[in-house]
């Protein structure tokens, strides 16, 4: 027999259905404006921020849609109250590329006309003591440039900050990171990106038991250390890539170089590895420290 749909207990099915080990139900994500109750606990405003562009190059490319969406946060990382969003779009000098149009669904009717004000986007994010990103390297780059107060602010980045890996997830896209979550969603709007992400840190996970927030603010407030393997022989450079350095070329003010960034603990045996492996003599290495300050931008 056939229930109404009145009549069915979903959260009761799905429950079994998990429970069963045979199935695996994935919810639609129910954006909600509290996740814990303030308890008293010294708080700080962040500032959960997504971008969609015309392509991937901030020299070239541009934004047609900022999405930020603040939230408060206790110091340990526990994740209270989620605050409105700022949703703009902006119409590109450019036709929006096709297959961006794909992936975001995003049309040139839909940005006809439409700007972001620099002078609003600083209002909003200026009260922010932490910006974050998906991707914090890519979103970074692009709003430095539309506004100055990006510049002045420290960044997290909640793709590579945190260890999923270790945590049992199988990549890091924001979507699959959901998936292995328990949830889904609207996907590649810039609004819905951010809320799913902040919904991510709010969760605990799974083998450390501490919200995943907790974990991106513990690497965040760790320096790390940029090791500039400038002049390296040309024909070490698969080696160089191979131990994880990349490759800086021309449209910033960096040098063209290899280099690697690493934490405190590691930084005296990656220079003394340059000198015995790569330069084989003693030779002075540019080494720059890096903060959050500092960290996914252009001019780091």
């Known amino acids: 027999m056939?229930?109404?749909?009145?009549?069915?207990?979903?959260?009761?099915?799905?429950?079994?259905?998990?429970?069963?080990?045979?199935?695996?139900?994935?919810?639609?994500?129910?954006?909600?404006?509290?996740?814990?109750?303030?308890?008293?606990?010294?708080?700080?405003?962040?500032?959960?921020?997504?971008?969609?562009?015309?392509?991937?190059?901030?020299?070239?490319?541009?934004?047609?849609?900022?999405?930020?969406?603040?939230?408060?946060?206790?110091?340990?990382?526990?994740?209270?109250?989620?605050?409105?969003?700022?949703e703009k779009l902006r119409e590109p000098e450019r036709p929006i590329p096709a297959e961006i149009t794909a992936i975001t669904g995003i049309t040139d009717e839909m940005v006809a006309g439409q700007a972001i004000d620099p002078v609003e986007v600083a209002a909003f994010a200026r009260s922010a003591a932490l910006v974050i990103a998906h991707n914090a390297a890519f979103d970074r780059r692009f709003v430095e440039r539309l506004s100055d107060v990006f510049t002045i602010k420290p960044w997290a980045c909640s793709m590579t900050q945190i260890d999923w890996a270790a945590e049992g997830y199988e990549g890091t896209k924001l979507a699959y990171l959901a998936m292995g979550a328990g949830f889904f969603y609207e996907r590649h709007r810039a609004a819905h990106d951010c809320i799913a992400a902040i919904e991510l840190l709010a969760m605990s996970l799974?083998?450390?038991?501490?919200?995943?927030?907790?974990?991106?603010?513990?690497?965040?407030?760790?320096?790390?250390?940029?090791?500039?393997?400038?002049?390296?022989?040309?024909?070490?450079?698969?080696?160089?890539?191979?131990?994880?350095?990349?490759?800086n070329g021309d449209g910033n003010p960096n040098p063209r170089a290899w280099y690697i960034d690493v934490d405190e603990d590691v930084r005296e045996q990656e220079l003394a590895y340059l000198r015995a492996e790569i330069y084989q003599r003693e030779v002075d290495i540019l080494v720059r420290k890096i903060t959050a300050y500092e960290r996914f931008s252009d001019r780091s």
Do not use: C, Q
């Open 206 to 247: 799974p083998k450390a038991g501490v919200p995943a927030m907790a974990r991106l603010l513990e690497r965040a407030r760790r320096p790390s250390w940029r090791i500039w393997a400038l002049n390296s022989p040309f024909d070490l450079k698969d080696v160089l890539k191979a131990r994880g350095y990349h490759w």
């Open 2 to 86: 056939i229930l109404a749909n009145d009549e069915l207990d979903l959260d009761a099915m799905a429950s079994a259905l998990n429970a069963s080990g045979r199935y695996r139900v994935l919810r639609r994500l129910e954006p909600r404006p509290f996740i814990e109750p303030p308890d008293g606990s010294e708080k700080r405003l962040g500032l959960f921020l997504d971008v969609e562009t015309t392509g991937l190059d901030p020299s070239r490319d541009e934004i047609i849609e900022l999405a930020m969406v603040p939230f408060t946060y206790s110091l340990d990382g526990r994740i209270f109250e989620i605050r409105g969003a700022f």
